[in-house]
């Protein structure tokens, strides 16, 4: 139920939408196929959060709710002005975390509009790709850490 979602974190801004339908940009025989509905609406959610946020922070985040630290990140030791990212699987960008500055937070809020044009350019369609595409076409740079596995896991 929504409302025990909001008296569980007390989240300060909130949109609930009905579920969206989007372009089918990948063919069914393809093995992205999955990703085609997965990485549009989970981008599509990452959009209307962010815009959401005041543009007035030093650091946005980007965390899947239902992830869990087990180490303190001291946001402070890291260059704002990149996208600070841990590495998953062949030294991709994880697409369920990562933070930095203004350019960050326009870098992932235009990761939807990424989506058809990564997947026409590679015949790939995976959502840490469409996030670095997104990342490298509007000039973040991206600060690739390795501490994923240590800090991160799933609740």
């Given at each position: 139920d929504i409302e025990d979602i909001r008296n569980l974190y007390k989240p300060t801004k909130t949109i609930i939408e009905e579920p969206k339908e989007f372009e089918e940009i990948v063919p069914k025989d393809s093995v992205y196929y999955l990703y085609n509905f997965v990485s549009q609406s989970m981008f599509?959610?990452?959009?209307?959060?962010?815009?959401?946020?005041?543009?007035?922070?030093?650091?946005?985040?980007?965390?899947?709710?239902?992830?869990?630290?087990?180490?303190?990140?001291?946001?402070?030791?890291?260059?704002?002005a990149h996208a600070n990212i841990p590495t998953v699987f062949d030294n991709r960008v994880c697409d369920h975390f990562g933070f930095g500055d203004i350019t960050v937070k326009r870098a992932y809020e235009n990761a939807l509009g990424e989506c058809k044009n990564y997947y026409l350019e590679t015949n790939k369609f995976t959502p840490?790709?469409?996030?670095e595409m997104s990342f490298n076409k509007n000039k973040v740079p991206i600060t690739k850490h390795g501490w994923a596995k240590p800090v991160i896991y799933r609740g």
């Amino acid at each position: 139920d929504i409302e025990d979602i909001r008296n569980l974190y007390k989240p300060t801004k909130t949109i609930i939408e009905e579920p969206k339908e989007f372009e089918e940009i990948v063919p069914k025989d393809s093995v992205y196929y999955l990703y085609n509905f997965v990485s549009q609406s989970m981008f599509y959610s990452i959009k209307r959060g962010m815009e959401m946020i005041d543009e007035s922070y030093d650091c946005y985040c980007r965390l899947r709710f239902d992830l869990q630290f087990f180490h303190p990140i001291k946001f402070s030791d890291y260059n704002m002005a990149h996208a600070n990212i841990p590495t998953v699987f062949d030294n991709r960008v994880c697409d369920h975390f990562g933070f930095g500055d203004i350019t960050v937070k326009r870098a992932y809020e235009n990761a939807l509009g990424e989506c058809k044009n990564y997947y026409l350019e590679t015949n790939k369609f995976t959502p840490e790709e469409i996030l670095e595409m997104s990342f490298n076409k509007n000039k973040v740079p991206i600060t690739k850490h390795g501490w994923a596995k240590p800090v991160i896991y799933r609740g």
